[in-house]
C-alpha cells in the first residue's frame, strides 16, 4: 500500500519557467514532509521540507506549499535551471515513527 | 566528514551466493537505515537500527540480516542470493533522537544477480 504518491513518472519544462512537482498522501498521521533530490548513480540528497504545522517553507528557488485537508504537497522551483534535471521524491514521516515513506518520485528534466 | 559511505559500489553475485554491503557513518548519527530502489519504484525500506545493538525490520526485510556493533556501521547482509534481490541499495543515517527527521544518504550499491 503505497501512502506516499507521486502520479506524475515524468515531467518536462523550459529553462527558467517555473516547476511543480505534486505528492500526494493517505496517512493522515504524517506530520514532517521532505523532497529528495537524486541524480543517476548517486544517493538522493536532501533539498527542502517541511512541518504539518506551516503551509509554505521557501528555501532560494525552492518552495514547499502542504495542504493538509486535501493531503497533497508541491515542490515549486523558480526559475528552473538545467542543473534542476534530476529525479525528485517525496517522502513523509510522523511522529514516533522511525522512518519515511517515500513516493516513487518524478523525473524533471528542464530544456536549455 | 564524508558523511555516509558504501561499499563496493557495484557488484555482480550468482545466485545462491553471498556478501555483505558495507554502510558507514561519520556524523555521530544514532539511527541508520537500509533501503533498495527498484527500477520506477520509490525507496522501500529493508531494515534500520535506533543505535548500537538494536535492529528492526522495515517492509521488506526478507532475504536479508543486519547488525549494528558500533555506532557508526550498519552492514547488510544478503545470504543466498536471488534473481529479486537485482536493486540498487542505499544506506542512510539520521539525527532523529535530536528531532532531526531527514536522512543523510550514501551513493549506493548496486547489485546484479544472474
Known sequence: ?112 | NAGVTQTPKFRILKIGQSMTLQCTQDMNHNYMYWYRQDPGMGLKLIYYSVGAGITDKGEVPNGYNVSRSTTEDFPLRLELAAPSQTSVYFCASSDLLAGGYTQYFGPGTRLTVL
Open chain 1, 1 to 112: 500500500d503505497q501512502q506516499v504518491k507521486q502520479n506524475s513518472p515524468s515531467l518536462s519544462v523550459q529553462e527558467g519557467r517555473i516547476s511543480i512537482l505534486n505528492c500526494d498522501y493517505t496517512n493522515s498521521m504524517f506530520d514532517y514532509f521532505l523532497w529528495y533530490k537524486k541524480y543517476p548513480a548517486e544517493g538522493p540528497t536532501f533539498l527542502i521540507s517541511i512541518s504539518s504545522i506551516k503551509d509554505k517553507n521557501e528555501d532560494g528557488r525552492f518552495t514547499v506549499f502542504l495542504n493538509k485537508s486535501a493531503k497533497h504537497l508541491s515542490l515549486h522551483i523558480v526559475p528552473s535551471q538545467p542543473g534542476d534535471s534530476a529525479v525528485y521524491f517525496c517522502a513523509a514521516s510522523s511522529a514516533g515513527a522511525n522512518n519515511l515513506f517515500f513516493g516513487t518520485g518524478t523525473r524533471l528534466t528542464v530544456i536549455p
